[in-house]
């Protein structure tokens, strides 16, 4: 919707890479907002078997994480790390959608694919880049949300940033990148399917029963296909 509304703004012109960006930006930080507290949640849930016995707060299901949090810590408790959720999810987004655009971009106008093969291959590419633009913020977030008190109440980080430097200090750049291979490989297939699913949406029948032909903006080009194949290609 946000880059439909950008597009319409923009006198139906293909947007920048940066305007792609910010409507992947905006889109990410609004779901987050709406996310973080079903987030923490699951994160505590996860992390508590890692826990010693005496530490864990051994929730039974999401609803009653909800419910503990909320009664131990307050309601805005629920929103302990959105900030680098919120964060996370932009740089997810920012990074699938632009680097999907640019994708489809290149694949149609430089080498010429079809529009399966392009689509197949610019959401491989956006699901790669996906991983790697929101693992750093994801493992910010993680820390932030599993973290306890120790025995004087003092929590090991004040904060996101905080949680950053000494993450750097203590492992350098890569240590954001922890568990690369694994995350790619649980985010990637989803920003795949997403992606190839959203642009191969299969076209709806007029009021008269006809099917309707699709328009596709492909960079400088506006294509019209239908179930046929390609029909049109204005530049």
Known sequence: ML?????????????????KALCGLTAGAIGACFGSPADLALIRMQADATLPVAQRRNYTNAFHALYRIVADEGVLALWKGAGPTVVRAMALNMGMLASYDQSVEFCKDSLGLGEAATVLGASTVSGFFAAACSLPFDYVKTQIQKMQPDASGKYPYSGSLDCAMKTLKAGGPFKFYTGFPVYCVRIA???????????????????????????VERGHFSETWSNDGLIDCVK
Request: aromatic share 10%.
């Open 189 to 215: 297939p989803h920003v795949m399917v997403f992606t190839f699913l959203y642009d191969l949406d299969i076209p709806q029948p007029d009021s008269e029963g006809r099917e309707k032909n699709r328009v």
């Open 3 to 19: 880059t439909n509304k950008a597009i319409e703004a923009n006198d139906g012109k293909p947007l920048p890479l940066y305007q």
